[in-house]
Each structure stands twice: as structure tokens, then as C-alpha cells.
């Protein structure tokens, strides 16, 4: 995300969809590194690699979401488009 785009998410605008997949993205990055490598010495260390699993799987499950809901609107606009030409024939 670049810097300006960083100062219009502060100034109480919404992320926009590809900003929400890249944090998606960071995150899923960072709790796979997480439960992968995180040493378990202790039966409370196992529960915060469990949060991490569960954590990993959300976002995970969000960004597919996020990236279907992607696809669908590419798909319409291009089913527009087809629509457009075909009734202009």
C-alpha cells in the first residue's frame, strides 16, 4: 500500500478490495510462519498455536471469498460488454 492510499485509509475512508486482500494476504503470510514455526514447549504455548491455526484458516476463508466476489464482478461487467455488442449488431 503506498503512502497516499495509507493517509486516505486514515482519514476514515474504507479500504478498497485489493487493499483488504494484500492485509489478507500479509496476515495469512504471517500466521502460516507462525504455526509452522512456532515452538511448543508448553500446553498454553499449544493453545496460542491453535489460535493461530484458527486465525490462518478465517483469513484464508475471507480472502477467497473476497477474491470470488472479484471474479463474479469481472465476470458480469464481461457478460455486460458481450450483451452491449451483441445488441449493437
Given at each position: 500500500?503506498?503512502?497516499a492510499d495509507s493517509a486516505s485509509?486514515?482519514?476514515g475512508e474504507l479500504p478498497e478490495r485489493?487493499?483488504?486482500l494484500e492485509l489478507l494476504e500479509d496476515g495469512i503470510r504471517e500466521a502460516h510462519r507462525k504455526v509452522k514455526e512456532g515452538r511448543?514447549?508448553?500446553p498454553e504455548n499449544e493453545k496460542v498455536r491453535?489460535?493461530?491455526i484458527r486465525a490462518l484458516a478465517y483469513a484464508s476463508n475471507v480472502h477467497r471469498q473476497l477474491q470470488n466476489d472479484r471474479d463474479l464482478e469481472e465476470l458480469s461487467e464481461?457478460?455486460?460488454q458481450l450483451e452491449h455488442r451483441e445488441n449493437n449488431l
Open positions: 500500500m503506498s503512502e485509509a486514515g482519514a485489493d487493499e483488504i511448543v514447549y508448553n491453535i489460535k493461530w464481461r457478460l455486460e
